[in-house]
């Protein structure tokens, strides 16, 4: 287990589709530099709630990672 500050939202009414993005989905913005492993689906953030990482996308140019965004489901 991890413990890092993260910036958290609910996913908006313009990017639920009803597949891809349900309106219980929430995202959270990591700064690479506070984690020590890179997030993969699969994986679990615990934000009140328990969520399931289904897809991350990290900000990374050239061979540094700045950021992860993490999308998670109840």
Not at 27 to 44: K, M, S, V
Request: hydrophobic share 35%.
């Amino acid at each position: 287990d991890y413990s890092v500050t993260a910036g958290g939202r609910d996913a908006n009414s313009g990017e639920v589709d009803g597949t891809r993005i349900l309106a219980q989905d929430r995202f959270w913005q990591i700064a690479a530099a506070d984690l020590a492993i890179t997030p993969e689906p699969g994986d679990r953030v615990v934000d009140t709630d328990e969520y399931q990482v289904l897809d991350v996308s990290t900000t990374k140019p050239g061979t540094t990672a700045l950021l992860h965004l993490i999308h998670g489901r109840r």
